[in-house]
């Protein structure tokens, strides 16, 4: 099986979710036109990265519209995006969905979040605890977010799982 993908680097607009979606939306459509598997934004792409006190405005839900937008954009395309997930009130995650055929197909929360400098991830999000696989047709997939990709031992965990085919988000 082929497939043709598009990463898109970006810096998005901190905070602004409607603004940063209409990025997407740009680059989704024309990924569409031409004839386009997959589009791949950065991490945190919805929301910006430098969130601080901002992260709890800024997190989405389960049912927030911007969910089902990629729902129905993804209808034509596969297409995953960074963003803050809010999926039980108060604990937000710092994930990548990747949404296909209509659905929100996986959701991997970022295990690894850096606490140093400028990077203050475990002050803002819960860590999530796992390296899952998901298929995209025939190919068996994993994603990793930014620090992840730093450890071997990630990509180990996704080779013992059989996978073909690993995406790394960052928004460095």
Do not use: W
Not at 8 to 24: A, C, E, K, M, Y
């Amino acid at each position: 099986m082929k497939m043709k993908v598009r990463g898109i680097q970006f810096s998005p607009v901190l905070g602004d979710i409607d603004r940063n979606t209409g990025v997407h939306t740009e680059h989704i459509n024309r990924a569409v036109e031409d004839k386009m598997d997959l589009i791949i934004f950065p991490e945190l792409s919805i929301s910006g990265y430098h969130l601080k006190d901002l992260v709890y405005d800024t997190a989405i839900t389960p049912d927030h519209p911007v969910i089902q937008k990629f729902k129905d954009m993804s209808r034509h395309i596969d297409i995953l995006i960074g963003a803050p997930l809010e999926e039980i009130p108060g604990i937000i995650y710092n994930c990548a969905l990747y949404f296909s055929k209509g659905e929100l197909l996986h959701v991997h929360r970022k295990v690894q979040l850096p606490n140093f400098a400028m990077f203050q991830e475990e002050m803002l999000f819960k860590a999530g605890n796992e390296f899952r696989t998901f298929k995209i047709g025939d190919f068996t997939a994993g994603i990793i977010i930014c620090r992840e990709i730093l450890f071997p031992v990630n990509a180990y965990l996704y080779y013992l799982q059989n996978t073909d085919f690993l995406i790394g988000i960052s928004n460095s």
